[in-house]
């Protein structure tokens, strides 16, 4: 079962228990009070925490984030946790996370290729607690692996796997397989989960850096 | 300095009232460090909340000076990254046929093709001869390692130029779609039925001076959705898909967020269409399609 750090509570939303985090609120979702919904159906972190699996969140984290996009699940993550580094590539969904920066003083936008992370490594600091990896990119093991250098030793990965993203033809438990595989170059996988029904294909994993 | 590390942070050589918009946004390292220790060491900043205060509003702007720079011009770049795999492709496809007729009278077993070309690329030159048909060879496999690169450039570049597009029509197909229609915004303000049949413009035009059938899909025929489904049954499955092809365009090109309904009504509704060829009946021609090759 998850621990939940302070910063993440369940509360009552339409009748049904779901997590929620204090934040300004960011994608139309239902508030209570400060207390803002965190919607599993579209994020993949969320989705992972509300089915209870291996994961060990204390608070004020420092965490590097890549693949923000437009900033829906960051934006919780920033509630919750300290210094958030949120990698997004593409300009578009780039607009909307400046808002969601705007509105937060500990986190911090960055235009960078998580590819690449020799572009960003003079910008975010070493030994982070936290990965959290959301990229739909062929090789997403390696990004996860390539950006281990940013996390001290025993620090989680929080990593969902898109099997369409490596490729569409193949059987997704093979391709989750091989990522895997591919990951335990860095990381020892404490749990994986597939994250259906919120998210066809995608396989939530649970990892510490060696 | 005495640590090697702050030399390489971005705030490095700076003081908090700079500009630091082109440090963050063209700067590197080779690893990370203890940026805010570092940065207060050399007295960058007054303590840890003053460094991360400096470091927000710098990564905000510079951020946005990005975002403004290149907002809009993704999409053309898509555009271009899919006219050049198609014609790195067909390029290499061109000189793998010349270079398998000419390396027929060199050497033994070669076979034809690009992994033809890849397998003479490895052999030795003994003569001026062989030398340039491995030359050749040793191009073509690079165009083909070129064409390879710019699909996973385009397939990480789709999902995040047009996310709802990329979803339903796959990387590519969703470029290939912006690309016949000069752009995004153009993809978003046309018609389904225009979707449908892009990339068939001959059948259509040869349809138009009435010297044939409507054609009943266009480069959306290579979509699984489309191809897999029976023939009969292929023009509902068009019409179905570019129905919300065109949904998702304007999705992506208005709003810019990912919407996981439009994914499941086309998934349902290519249920109930691939249903009939299970149920018996004839297909196509219940709902008015007209039959007739692309």
Redesign the interface.
């Known amino acids: 079962m998850t621990d939940l750090p302070d910063g993440i509570q369940r509360r009552e939303f339409d009748g049904r228990t779901r997590l929620a985090t204090r934040g300004e609120p960011v994608?139309g979702e239902p508030t209570d009070g400060e207390w803002r919904c965190w919607d599993a159906?579209?994020s993949k972190l969320g989705a992972m925490l509300e089915s209870g699996m291996d994961i060990d969140l204390t608070g004020d984290e420092g965490v590097l984030y890549l693949g923000a996009?437009?900033g829906t699940t960051v934006s919780h993550v920033a509630d919750f946790a300290g210094?958030t580094y949120a990698v997004e590539?593409?300009?578009?969904?780039?607009?909307?996370?400046?808002d969601v920066?705007?509105a937060r003083?500990?986190?911090?936008?960055?235009?960078k290729d998580a590819r690449k992370p020799?572009?960003?490594?003079?910008?975010?600091?070493?030994?982070l607690d936290l990965l959290v990896q959301d990229v739909?990119?062929?090789g997403q093991a390696s990004v996860a692996v390539d950006n281990a250098?940013?996390l001290a030793d025993d620090s989680q990965l929080l990593l969902a796997i898109k099997a369409r993203?490596e490729d569409?033809t193949a059987d997704p438990e093979t391709v989750f397989d091989s990522v895997c595989d591919e990951l335990t170059e860095a990381y020892e996988i404490i749990d994986r989960q597939r994250l259906e029904p919120s998210h066809d294909d995608h396989l939530g994993v649970v990892a510490r850096k060696r | 300095m005495s640590d090697q590390s702050t030399d390489t942070g971005w705030f490095a050589g700076r003081t908090a009232d700079d500009d630091h918009r082109a440090a963050i946004r063209t700067g590197s390292a080779d690893a990370p460090a203890d940026w805010p220790t570092a940065a207060v060491d050399v007295g960058f900043a007054a303590d840890n909340d003053d460094y991360y205060a400096t470091l927000r509003e710098t990564t905000i702007e510079a951020a946005r000076e990005a975002v403004t720079e290149r907002e809009g011009a993704d999409d053309q770049q898509l555009l271009h990254a899919v006219r050049a795999m198609d014609d790195a492709t067909r390029t290499a496809n061109e000189l793998a046929e010349r270079c398998h007729e000419w390396a027929a009278t060199q050497f033994d077993d070669v076979d034809s093709g690009i992994e033809g070309a890849r397998d003479v690329a490895t052999r030795e030159s003994t003569d001026p001869v062989e030398e340039r048909i491995v030359s050749l060879a040793e191009r073509i496999d690079d165009l083909t390692t070129e064409a390879d690169e710019l699909r996973s450039f385009i397939e990480r570049l789709a999902p995040e130029v047009a996310p709802n597009l990329a979803e339903m029509a796959g990387s590519v197909l969703a470029a290939r779609l912006i690309s016949l229609a000069g752009g995004l915004d153009s993809l978003a303000k046309k018609p389904s039925g225009t979707v449908q049949v892009l990339g068939a413009e001959d059948a259509l035009f040869a349809h138009l001076a009435g010297r044939g059938p409507s054609p009943k899909h266009g480069i959306i025929y290579t979509h699984p959705y489309v191809n897999g489904t029976r023939p009969e049954d292929r023009g509902s499955a068009a019409r179905a898909l570019a129905g919300k092809l065109t949904i998702a365009a304007r999705i992506d090109h208005y709003s810019g967020d990912f919407r996981p309904e439009i994914h499941d009504e086309l998934d349902d509704r290519m249920a109930t269409i691939r249903a009939r060829a299970d149920d018996g009946d004839g297909g196509g021609n219940v709902d008015g399609d007209t039959e007739g090759s692309q």
């Open positions: 994608y159906g579209r996009a437009s210094p590539f593409a300009p578009r969904p780039m607009g909307d996370l400046l920066a705007e003083n500990n986190l911090f936008p960055l235009l020799e572009t960003y490594s003079h910008v975010v600091e070493s030994d739909a990119t062929r250098r940013f993203s569409v």
